[in-house]
């Protein structure tokens, strides 16, 4: 029954592994931010006009001590009380596909993200 009552910030906050990525939505013709934690149990999403540490600290504003924060590297999350924190790979792997398409003469890039296929 504690679950069933439980917030869902509350609930993320005892995550071992929470994942967290935002999206620009336009509401009427002002630019908003969804923010979105996922757990293996739970998606949250909220939506404020703030993209800035204040959006997350108004959910959570102790951080997530017991998670390791997966994250597309967006500066607030780093800003966060958190276990440890985890680049999300797939952002990664975009990154280094987009520096391969603007310089294909390196390869280094080429190099990384096989590394991160393989891994």
Known sequence: MLLATASPAWLICRSEI???LRD???VGKK???N???QTDL???VYQVKSRGMEAIDSKFPNGLPNTTLVTDRHRSYFNMKVKDHQVC???LKRNAEYL???DP???WSSLHRQTKTDA
Do not use: R, V
Request: glycine share 0%.
């Open 42 to 44: 739970l998606t949250y």
């Open 31 to 33: 630019l908003h931010w």
């Open 89 to 91: 790979l797939a952002h």
């Open 105 to 107: 003469k390196q390869d």
């Open 35 to 37: 923010w979105i934690f």
């Open 18 to 20: 929470t994942n967290s």
């Open 24 to 26: 620009e939505p336009a």
């Open 100 to 102: 391969n398409e603007l």
